[in-house]
């Protein structure tokens, strides 16, 4: 098998490579993160020309280290580089390894104990919890206690074949014993599992409430950072029906204590037999010894959960061939696929990428677990332990020939001591691999608790706004001062050392081209970014020392790209002003103002329409089946049966009545609500996808319901809104290249005009 060094390339993670991580574990984590950052070093650093010559020799020194840790396999068409373990000393020693390994536990330990009290403070957990560590504690107790009834099963059958004599008061005890003891099992395991719900119920339920309530806390560029997603998804995982990363954690740690209990009364149980009969250590330790070399020696075959590793694939075909496959699944493409008349063309194109990668298109992480596990390493640790349990077993054998008396008195004797010694290699087995997990599992917990570390990168201010609610009703004033912003990960910026100042009340409109930066000026304005460079003052403060949930209730916008939550219709509009959100009447006007009243009232539910619902009814008869193992099934009637006649999983709306819905969430926050603080009203394209007559109303409410508040629009339409404006900004390549008013920018015969003017002809 190949092993060469990482080469400089892979660590760029160009387009095409995949990362695999496993979830659970913070070196992966700590060294992928470490890989981006090697590759993308020059997109972090603001200012790079001035340092790039620092940067380049840093970068280059810190891949030549990369590349000396990772190791690369050639696995079908998949290169997969892998972490090299070595222990904090360098030594590459199996056993070594997985002893550093488990030292790091400590570090997660603090956590675990967090944890621990945390659950103990949810209600009612505390006596769940005890009652089942009661019961694990006495199912771990139950298999020694069933064991040491066998020998005396085993200890009658011998005497019976010695003295030909039962000892029938031996065998009452046993046979009770052991039928109490089945009792018992079959009782504990009921009892575990019935305690298991309501314990995992209550954990889930109250980490999924910090967890969620830790990503509504986070701000646009925080909650869009790559590896602040990864931390959340890598705790979130179990909250999605599973179970909790906490009550996982839980269960290993007693299933741990419960196998180490039962290894050790185990263990009290088989030295008793074994020491009692002849040979019977001898026999214990080749049995135990040949199972302990297995375990010691076996290495992982599959990649490692640990350490961090990277698979890549350079070959078009399969990268062609998956994006065939993707095409072609996804039901977004259907229509452009039919109307085109792809399909023969695009299976063409599959086959004959298929064609170059017959016979290779398994996984890397099939290929590699396949090929190790057939390797010679795999072998001798296998074939070690047997052949040097084969050995003791014939020295057994040729010493018992040259001694006869030795021989135990019969194959009973023999029996008890397997049995018993089978029954502690299963509980060794099952407390090594859970020893294994357990250290995933600690760091899993670390994980979770770590997530209330993520700072927001839009740090929140200090000072009240506004000083006087009621100043609001006459407007806001916003000012930009040489403002330039570049997205995050983004090497271009959207705004170019912008300045402008809009007075309270007054109506400004941004006109320009696509992508010159008008909806990134609104964003700035609401502060769902700081602006890279130069300042924005609201009212003559910086926005930055302004409460951050004071100053987005002085605002209401509406994006361009608006999103429509997965609610009903009633609580889509109702967000927009959650204080009144239980006034169907209020709703019921912003709807009507918003001109969707019309549609939604056409709809079967109404307002208690889901656009999507979140959850689906699961239905066990296809859709379009008539019958069900033979019995005729009529889909309506049950439907009418269990509330849901009339009722949808989704429902398709126009663009235009999307546009509605949002335009009347709007009006729900920023103008029906008294008690609406609300000074700005910021509009990014509100009319894009609305027929004239409807763009024409939206505008006249809009006017007339608006007061005195400022108000700013960004658009690429000219007249209707640029006319009675007090200020235009024409914006173009980030920059503003124009501003004053329609008439003054007419005078001017610049850009402004030439549109307008292209514009105009077209009504002409
Ligand atoms: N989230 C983002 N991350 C990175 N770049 C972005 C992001 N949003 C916008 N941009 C970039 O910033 C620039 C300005 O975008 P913006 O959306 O402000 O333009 P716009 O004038 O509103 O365009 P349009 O008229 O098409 O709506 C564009 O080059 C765009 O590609």
């Not at 209600?123 to 107790?141: D, G, N, P, Q």
């Amino acid at each position: 098998m190949p092993c060469n060094p990482l080469p400089p390339e892979a660590a760029q993670l160009s387009t095409g490579c995949i990362i695999h991580q496993s979830k659970i574990d913070g070196y992966v984590q700590f060294h992928a993160s470490r890989l981006l950052h090697v590759g993308c070093a020059s997109a972090t650093q603001w200012r790079w020309s001035e340092k790039r010559a620092a940067d380049d020799d840093d970068c280059a020194q810190r891949k030549s280290d990369l590349a000396k840790e990772f190791s690369h396999t050639k696995a079908g068409i998949w290169d997969v580089y892998e972490q090299i373990p070595t222990t904090k000393f360098g030594i590459n020693i199996p056993v070594l390894l997985k002893l550093s390994r488990n030292l790091e536990i400590i570090q997660d330990l603090p956590f675990v104990w967090r944890m621990l009290k945390d659950v103990l403070k949810i209600k009612s957990c505390r006596y769940y919890l005890c009652l089942f560590i009661f019961v694990k504690t006495l199912a771990s107790l139950q298999p020694a206690v069933a064991l040491w009834f066998t020998s005396h099963y085993l200890t009658i059958i011998q005497l019976a074949m010695d003295e030909r004599r039962l000892d029938e008061k031996l065998l009452i005890f046993a046979s009770i014993g052991r039928m109490c003891c089945a009792i018992a099992e079959t009782f504990l395991d009921s009892w575990e599992e019935k305690l298991q719900i309501p314990l995992d119920l209550l954990i889930k339920e109250h980490f999924d409430k910090e967890i969620f309530s830790v990503s509504v806390d986070l701000d646009v560029p925080t909650y869009n950072d790559k590896i602040v997603k990864r931390r959340l998804d890598g705790v979130s995982a179990g909250s999605d029906g599973g179970s909790s990363i906490a009550w996982e954690s839980i269960s290993v740690i007693l299933s741990l204590f419960s196998s180490v209990t039962r290894l050790v009364t185990e263990l009290g149980v088989l030295a008793k037999v074994a020491g009692s009969q002849q040979d019977g250590v001898y026999f214990t330790t080749v049995h135990l010894g040949q199972e302990l070399s297995r375990l010691i020696l076996a290495p992982d075959w599959s990649l490692s959960r640990t350490y961090a590793w990277v698979a890549i694939t350079s070959n078009e075909h399969y990268v062609k061939l998956a994006g065939l496959e993707r095409l072609v699944s996804r039901s977004r493409h259907k229509e452009e696929v039919v109307a085109g008349n792809l399909a023969e063309s695009l299976k063409a194109a599959y086959n004959q990428a298929y064609g170059h990668v017959s016979g290779k298109c398994a996984s890397h992480y099939d290929i590699l677990s396949h090929s190790r596990s057939n390797g010679l390493r795999s072998m001798a640790s296998t074939l070690l332990p047997k052949s040097a349990g084969e050995v003791a077993e014939v020295a057994y054998l040729l010493k018992s020939a040259a001694r006869p008396e030795t021989i135990p008195a019969c194959l009973a004797t023999i029996n008890l001591i397997q049995t018993t010694n089978q029954s502690f290699t299963s509980a060794l087995l099952m407390t090594s691999y859970q020893a294994k997990s357990i250290g995933e599992q600690f760091h899993k917990i670390r994980q979770l608790y770590e997530i209330h570390e993520i700072q927001n990168k839009v740090p929140d201010g200090i000072i009240s706004f506004p000083e006087d609610s009621r100043s609001l009703v006459s407007g806001i004033t916003v000012e930009f001062r040489n403002v330039s912003f570049r997205y995050p990960d983004s090497d271009d910026f959207a705004l170019r050392d912008v300045s402008f100042k809009v007075e309270k009340g007054q109506l400004c409109v941004i006109v320009g081209t696509n992508g010159s930066g008008k909806s990134t000026v609104l964003k700035l304005m609401l502060r769902l970014y700081d602006p890279t460079e130069g300042m924005i003052l609201i009212n003559g403060h910086d926005i930055k020392t302004l409460k951050l949930s004071d100053l987005r209730e002085s605002m209401a916008v509406l994006f361009q790209e608006y999103t429509h939550f997965p609610l009903t219709i009633k609580d889509n509009i109702a967000l927009g002003d959650s204080r009144n959100a239980h006034d169907e009447d209020r709703i019921r006007e912003a709807a009507r103002l918003g001109g969707a009243e019309e549609f939604i009232d056409k709809m079967a539910r109404g307002f208690d329409t889901y656009l999507e619902r979140p959850v689906r009814d699961v239905w066990s008869i296809p859709s379009n089946a008539k019958t069900k193992s033979g019995v005729k099934i009529d889909r309506d009637l049950i439907r009418e049966v269990i509330g849901r006649a009339g009722h949808k999983d989704s429902i398709k709306l126009s663009g235009g009545q999307m546009q509605r819905l949002a335009v009347s969430r709007m009006f729900m926050r920023a103008v029906l609500s008294e008690e609406a603080r609300v000074g700005l009203l910021l509009f990014d394209e509100p009319s894009a996808a609305l027929d004239p007559t409807a763009e024409h109303d939206l505008f006249t409410r809009i006017r007339k319901l608006r007061g005195e508040k400022t108000m700013i629009f960004s658009s690429h339409r000219f007249g209707r809104l640029t006319r009675p404006a007090d200020l235009i900004l024409y914006m173009n390549d980030s920059t503003i290249l124009e501003c004053g008013t329609h008439n003054e920018l007419m005078a001017k015969g610049g850009k402004y005009s030439e549109l307008w003017n292209l514009q105009a002809q077209a009504f002409l």
